[in-house]
């Protein structure tokens, strides 16, 4: 079975620009998480979608946003990207997201920002 | 805020046994332990989880202590490749990790 996968792997954008990641979780995952991993900040955690419905979300501006599709698959936005978004941006996935559902992580994507 | 402390680094000779301890002082009893790993700022790797039993699988063992307020995670003959930072985690939130800042372990020559 093939696991996470997420696109691009690395990005390069200016201040003020908006980026799209993209996440296409393990097939029949339906629970997909969004982390952003900082070297100050460790690993956080965004947002999380269930059947095309946001149902957590983590302490980040509203410049961060995120869509899930019908097929599971998910895409974050960054608007007005700051250099403090230079990150590696991880995506999860799991079957129903619940308390004993183990999440699997993607390679992430490594955006930095000039 | 993370509910679980860990030693930032930790050295193990290779072949030995490496043991990772990991404090969730504060845990509740519906909370399972979670156990990652991270090479090179790649994806995490999920190794193993536990509640309250010790658990085993090909990669690890998971030790949980009897009262649940720490577990130690094994892996019985580390190799070069098991150079990593290891996460333990408490699943408080159904939806979310929160991971503390893991420890650091170096396997030597």
């Known amino acids: 079975k093939a696991g996470v996968t997420q696109t691009p792997r690395y990005l390069i954008k200016t201040r003020g620009q908006q980026v799209t990641l993209s996440c296409s979780p393990i097939s029949g995952h339906r629970s997909v998480s969004w982390y952003q991993q900082t070297p100050g900040q460790g690993l956080q955690f965004l947002f999380e979608?269930?059947?095309?419905?946001?149902?957590n979300k983590g302490n980040f501006p509203g410049r961060f946003s995120g869509r899930q599709f019908s097929n599971s698959r998910s895409e974050m936005n960054v608007s007005t990207l700051e250099l403090g978004d230079s990150a590696l941006y991880l995506c999860?996935?799991?079957?129903?997201?619940?308390?004993?559902?183990?999440?699997?992580f993607g390679p992430g994507t490594r955006l930095t920002v000039l | 805020d993370a509910k679980t402390t860990q030693p930032p680094s930790m050295d193990c000779a290779e072949g030995r046994a490496a043991n990772l301890p990991c404090n969730h002082s504060t845990i509740s009893g519906n909370e399972y332990v979670y156990w990652y790993r991270q090479i090179h700022s790649q994806g995490p790797q999920y190794i193993i989880h536990g509640l309250k039993n010790n658990e085993t699988n090909e990669m690890a063992s998971l030790i949980i202590t009897e009262d649940r307020k720490s577990s130690t995670l094994i892996l019985p003959h580390a190799t070069l490749r098991d150079t990593a930072v290891y996460y333990c985690?408490?699943?408080?939130?159904?939806?979310?990790?929160?991971f503390g800042t893991g420890t650091r372990l170096k396997v030597l020559a």
């Open positions: 999860a996935s799991s079957f129903l997201g619940g308390v004993t559902d183990t999440q699997y």
């Open positions: 985690i408490v699943r408080v939130d159904i939806y979310k990790y929160i």
């Open positions: 979608y269930f059947s095309e419905t946001q149902r």
